[in-house]
């Protein structure tokens, strides 16, 4: 079992940052996969950010590239989404998730495959 603890949402003007992190307990190992999902009131949830953390091999939609940096950090079980230049779209309850992924190197964009779930963190962004 894996728990895993979101924290760092918040308000945000447009054009802001915010810096999200995920703690994993547990049973963790360094091959599995961790990324970050938003859902906004309405929507199906989509893959923001994720990364094997394996090799440290990053992917993010296209809605996100430049803009968002997922990382791991020194401690190895914690991920970080740090968003800059933000807009009003940005803005939904944000997700961390995890599976063990069985394709070395590979982490799925769809919430399908991802077992363990954290709580969620919201994030708003004015304009």
């Known amino acids: 079992q894996v728990q895993l603890v979101e924290s760092g949402g918040g308000s945000v003007q447009a054009g802001g940052s915010l810096r999200l992190s995920c703690v994993a307990s547990g049973h963790t190992s360094s091959l599995y996969c961790m990324g970050w999902f938003r859902q906004a009131p309405g929507k199906e949830r989509e893959g923001v950010a994720r990364i094997f953390t394996g090799g440290d091999i990053t992917y993010y939609a296209d809605s996100v590239k430049g803009r968002f940096t997922i990382a791991r950090g020194n401690a190895k079980n914690t991920i970080y989404l740090q968003m800059n230049s933000m807009n009003p779209e940005d803005t939904a309850m944000y997700y961390c998730?995890?599976?063990?992924?069985?394709?070395?190197?590979?982490?799925?964009?769809?919430?399908?495959?991802?077992?363990?779930w954290g709580q969620g963190t919201q994030v708003t962004v004015s304009s």
């Open positions: 998730a995890a599976y063990y992924s069985p394709d070395s190197g590979y982490c799925s964009a769809v919430p399908g495959p991802y077992v363990y």
